[in-house]
């Protein structure tokens, strides 16, 4: 496997970044840290401020950031177009999710002051962010520009 066919998934379970060899995606591959299984759909999952920092330090592909609340109409609109984009870059990117309602830190380090805003990481540092809802072309730009 070579760095450029490289796929990339975080455990949903111990959070750790795990390279999985494309023709290896089909036997169910496990974390190298925990042994369960991992999710080579890539479903974005809902992690906390220190789970953050940790995936942002360590991930060797782009994280898409989705700030959210469960209160906010325009996120839950947004929510299945972020899951699609996800599942389109898997293994190429990251997609995450963070509740701001939950985990307050980071938005409020970021200083957002709407929601949804997705930010984009890449080598440790914000890269992009997008406040309000944006979808289709306009939604995969903003990962596929870091890629």
């Not at 066919?5 to 496990?30: H, K, T, V």
Request: proline residues 8%; hydrophobic residues 45%.
């Amino acid at each position: 496997m070579t760095a450029a066919n490289a796929l990339y998934f975080r455990c949903p379970e111990c959070g750790g970044i795990n390279r999985i060899p494309p023709e290896r995606l089909a036997e169910g591959p496990s974390c190298g840290r925990c042994h369960l299984p991992i999710d080579a759909t890539a479903h974005p999952a809902d992690i906390d401020d220190a789970a953050l920092r940790r995936l942002v330090k360590s991930a060797p592909v782009p994280v898409l950031v989705d700030f959210w609340a469960a209160w906010c109409g325009p996120c839950r609109m947004l929510a299945p177009h972020v899951t699609e984009l996800a599942k389109r870059y898997a293994g190429r990117a990251i997609v995450v999710k963070i509740n701001t309602e939950v985990a307050q830190e980071t938005a409020a380090s970021l200083g957002i002051q709407a929601i949804p805003t997705l930010v984009v990481y890449k080598g440790g540092k914000v890269v992009q962010r997008q406040a309000g809802a944006v979808m289709g072309p306009a939604l995969d730009r903003l990962i596929s520009a870091h890629l």
